[in-house]
């Protein structure tokens, strides 16, 4: 399997210096710092299956990027913008501290779970601006029908300073070593689990710090192994491009592009991007299987034999060994990329012989925090 000590700069550079052809794309207007471009209507108008086709190839063996100007309305970007400052300025009156994966607390403001917010703050605004023909192409180009949407605003603010340059969920969300324990073939797979897209609610300049981009980078196989590795870090922010975006204009990216959000260098420019993070719709189990439930009926038995392979086997079989998904707003990643699972919060108690009512009450309260409401 590959090892983090095995990636290269070199390997990387190799990989990212090819160039993006206008030619493979004809449905796109431009190619930009080997960014593909398309304008919205050219797209919404095209044969729809061609346009699938054409997206996925860009996404999958071409730069792994592309853009499409004015996919939102502006009007519709506006609307929504007004709700999600009056949800912004909510949390700030409340204390309310928002943690983030990539960036410094302060940096910028988060509203967690945007897409469920919206809903709930204005119904009208959010069959507006979900209702979107564009989103729904590139999401089924690249994940088929039945995908699952959700969504985050990032309001990156004046000073706020870049961040590294990163690969997203899943493996993205790991650091290297926990990465290292997943097969060649899951870091192939792990791409096509999501589609990663933007949407710019102001006008975006270069100052500003429109979103940091790596063309090609999908395509190198160590990229998710490369976190935390200075040499890599220095390379990838040396290399990144930045297009700037006008107000409604929609990014679009595969999951294992390298990428990064840019240094707001601006003093009064507060940049508004709602970030969509869109899911296959297999990424779940057969069975609907309560975990806890389970847990709890067997606790005993692995507090009894606990420090025995038996029993650390058979919990990963019992317990929810995955963070997410959850809720943000109240289950922030603390020291990490993510939050703590429900495998770890039984694994601690078992580590403290703690007793069955006490970690009942600890999953009860984790149960509580992923909660929305």
Same mark, same amino acid.
């Given at each position: ?13 190799? #990989?990212?210096?090819?160039?993006? %052809? ?10 930009? !710092? ?30 792994? #990027? ?31 501290? #928002? ?40 999401? $089924? ?61 102001? %006008? $975006?300049?270069?100052?500003?710090? *429109? ?25 990838? $922010? ?78 990963? !079989? ?6 997410? *998904? ?19 919060? #039984? ?27």
């Amino acid at each position: 399997m590959m090892r983090q000590q095995d990636c290269r700069v070199e390997d990387l550079a190799t #990989v990212v210096a090819e160039e993006t %052809d206008h030619a493979d794309y004809p449905l796109a207007t431009s190619v930009i !710092s080997n960014v593909v471009v398309y304008a919205a209507d050219d797209l919404c108008t095209a044969d729809r299956q061609a346009a699938m086709q054409e997206i996925a190839h860009a996404l999958r063996e071409g730069p792994g #990027v592309i853009i499409v100007k004015d996919a939102v309305p502006a009007d519709v970007v506006q609307r929504a913008s007004a709700v999600f400052a009056g949800i912004i300025a909510e949390q700030n009156a409340a204390g309310q501290s #928002v943690g983030d994966h990539f960036a410094k607390p302060g940096a910028n403001d988060r509203i967690w779970n945007s897409l469920e917010k919206l809903a709930v703050a204005a119904p009208d605004v959010f069959v507006d601006y979900h209702g979107n023909e564009v989103f729904d192409l590139v999401a $089924t180009a690249w994940l088929g029908p039945g995908y699952q949407m959700t969504a985050q605003v990032n309001v990156v603010n004046p000073g706020g300073a870049a961040q590294v340059p990163h690969r997203d969920y899943h493996l993205g969300f790991m650091s290297a070593e926990q990465i290292e324990r997943y097969p060649d073939h899951v870091h192939e797979l792990s791409p096509v689990l999501t589609l990663q897209a933007a949407v710019a609610h102001d %006008d $975006t300049p270069l100052e500003s710090g *429109p979103t940091m981009l790596l063309p090609h980078s999908q395509k190198y196989p160590g990229g998710y192994l490369i976190a935390g590795r200075a040499d890599f870090a220095e390379f990838t $922010t040396r290399h990144c491009v930045q297009i700037p975006f006008a107000q409604g204009d929609a990014i679009f990216f595969n999951p294992a592009l390298i990428h990064g959000a840019g240094e707001n260098k601006t003093t009064d420019v507060r940049r508004m991007v709602n970030l969509l993070q869109v899911s296959s719709a297999f990424g779940r189990a057969m069975e609907s299987v309560d975990r806890e439930r389970i847990v709890l009926a067997v606790y005993d038995e692995l507090l009894a034999r606990y420090g025995s392979e038996q029993a650390d086997i058979a919990l990963r !079989s019992a317990a929810d060994g995955y963070a997410f *998904p959850t809720n943000l707003d109240r289950d922030p990643p603390v020291g990490g990329l993510a939050p703590a699972s429900q495998a770890d919060i #039984v694994r601690r108690a078992l580590a403290e012989g703690r007793d069955r009512a006490s970690l009942q009450r600890d999953l009860e309260e984790h149960r509580a925090r992923r909660a929305t409401a």
